[in-house]
């Protein structure tokens, strides 16, 4: 009886199953933190100006939400109720001065400019929102794949973001010029590049323009799907 | 609800974790930080006279950075009376506690890079923008009148706006050439608004950061003077 009892248990529960395809897909389309459950809007507007930085961030998040979803799961059940959210804001705390350090040893220009906004991770509100959410009910596992998906679904509208910023506020992709002259073309005209009749448009490099675009991201996601359209 | 005796157990135990981690973390890397500050803050400097370097600044390697601040920098710490200040080392000057001092403690760092092409002076400034604190490195030719170069930098001016003092390589440029002094009188550089009428001595403002453009005016007047004195005891 036993025996079966286990063989029941492991075919109800895969490493991998449906259950956890779910957990990682859903936030990066239908149930996206930043899209949908709008949250974590604040940094959303401040580092996607160019997508290397954009991309730095979302790795940070991605790494703290997982790793603080997974912690606090372990954590749960010896928790003390009456101090939960500072137990969970040591644990987030911990884990993004973790993240600071080890930019600052591998990257130090992207660290200096960076440092403000990763040590705001700290206030990101997806983070604490899936700890309060998902990790205080689940079990280490599926918080941690919980945790990955709410990173790179903010980490994805991050990152399209800075595409559309970069491209047309800068004329470059990930620091390759693209359309448009280099930034220098007044002193030196020679270097012009293919499209070059195209003119950065600085608006798109000031944080208005975040929000222009992730209003878009938002209308044509909801257009698409009627589901989301009276659920936030 | 648990006892308050284990919730002061479960905080202390916490807290001890957390910061012994910390801590030696902090400690083990603290190495790798500070080799990574001193090459950042060298090519803050090499900056300023990029276009009298031999290769690209962008493409050099670190170590190449430092062989080449090692061979070819001299540097020297000022005080407020151009006097140069024994036994302290420019490069380890912080500008930002310079600031927290009295005017008349305050110490200057110079640099001067010996290239081919003649001798630059670099001197640091630091002044205010519209959010936070901006700062520049201006390169003197050695007739400590003309800009050789010039670069800028800031904590948190906006993107697009004062932020193009460093993301836009067209600003520091149109510091080359220019001079600080006119008819032998100190006058700096002016970043001004709608036209250029003393070409010498003025450029062209950022459109839609004034405060900033202003600050970088009252920064460079300010900051450059201060050396003024150790220039002319160079001289001699």
Known sequence: ?232 | MQSNNYVTIYTVIMTLVVSVVLAVVVSGLKPIHDDNAAVFKKREIFKAVKGYLSGDLDKMTDKEVLALFDKSIKQVVIDGNGKPVEGEKAENLDMAQEEKKPIADRHYPVFSYDSDKGTFYLVSVRGNGLWDKIWGTIALKDDFNTIAGASFGHVGETPGLGAEISDNPTFPKQFEGKTIKDDGKYVSVAVVKGGIKKPAHQVDAITGATITSNGVTEMLDRGLKVYLPYFESLKK
């Open chain 1, 1 to 232: 009886m036993a025996e079966i009892a286990t063989q029941v248990e492991q075919e109800k529960e895969p490493l991998f199953g449906k259950k956890e395809r779910k957990l990682l897909i859903d936030p990066i389309s239908d149930n996206n933190p930043i899209t949908v459950q709008v949250l974590g809007i604040c940094s959303a507007l401040a580092v996607t100006t160019l997508v290397n930085k954009a991309v730095v961030m979302a790795i940070a998040v991605t790494f703290v939400t997982a790793m603080s979803n997974l912690a606090v799961s372990f954590l749960r059940k010896g928790m003390p109720k009456q101090i939960r959210m500072i137990v969970q804001l040591v644990v987030v705390a911990f884990l993004v001065t973790l993240v600071e350090l080890a930019l600052k040893a591998a990257n130090y220009p992207i660290w200096k400019e960076l440092s403000v906004y990763i040590g705001l991770i700290i206030t990101n509100c997806i983070v604490m929102g899936r700890l309060e959410a998902y990790a205080m009910a689940n079990k280490p596992w599926r918080s941690f794949v919980d945790g990955v998906g709410n990173g790179l679904g903010y980490g994805v509208i991050l990152i399209i973001v800075a595409a559309f910023r970069e491209l047309f506020g800068k004329g470059s992709l990930a620091g390759f010029q693209i359309i448009g002259n280099t930034p220098d073309y007044l002193i030196d005209t020679t270097k012009n590049s293919f499209f070059s009749w195209y003119m950065p448009n600085n608006l798109m490099v000031i944080p208005a323009a975040a929000l222009f675009i992730i209003s878009a991201i938002i209308w044509i996601q909801r257009s698409k799907n009627q589901n989301l359209v009276d659920v936030s």
